[in-house]
């Protein structure tokens, strides 16, 4: 069996868990502390239902875990896992964006460091050069896990 591009693509594996609207926004009110299923859907103004399926599917992937605050009646809250919490600098990185080409370049919302209050910033940085890298200055190769994939559908 040989994996399809789509596949084989880390970026395409993340959108299937985490690549629609609702679901990204979800995530982002969980980082801003709003945790229980009713807040979550007045904040949002999404469908019962919807809100529903898409705990269920973060649940799922153990982005999200599912926690009670209440006994009687049992009544659940929402917390980010570790593997949630790490999607942070992906929607710090999708606000950028949206802040520059979507925002004429005057962010809405400011992200601060909390013990200083210091503007944060997104950078790629070269772990051996200890420096800024640019877009342009970004190549791609075949990765361990791809070189994993072709070598078990060669076995198959």
Not at 10 to 22: A, F
Not at 45 to 67: C, P, Q, S
Request: glycine share 6%.
């Amino acid at each position: 069996m040989t994996l399809t591009p789509e596949e084989d693509c880390s970026i395409q594996r993340t959108l299937d868990l985490i690549g629609d609207r609702w679901t990204l926004l979800i995530v982002r009110d969980l980082f801003r502390g709003v945790r229980r299923f009713s807040r979550i859907q007045r904040d949002l103004g999404i469908a019962r239902n919807l809100l529903t399926d898409r705990l269920g599917l973060l649940v799922e992937a153990e982005i999200v875990e599912k926690t009670p605050y209440q006994e009687r009646p049992l009544r659940y809250e929402y917390r980010l896992t570790a593997k949630g919490r790490a999607l942070s600098p992906t929607l710090v990185a999708m606000m950028r964006w949206g802040d520059e080409w979507c925002s004429g370049g005057v962010a809405p919302t400011e992200l601060v460091h909390h013990d200083c209050d210091t503007r944060l910033e997104l950078q790629c940085w070269c772990t051996a050069c200890n420096a800024p890298v640019t877009p342009t200055q970004i190549a791609s190769r075949p990765g361990p896990g791809r070189i994993l994939n072709a070598a078990e559908s060669a076995h198959a």
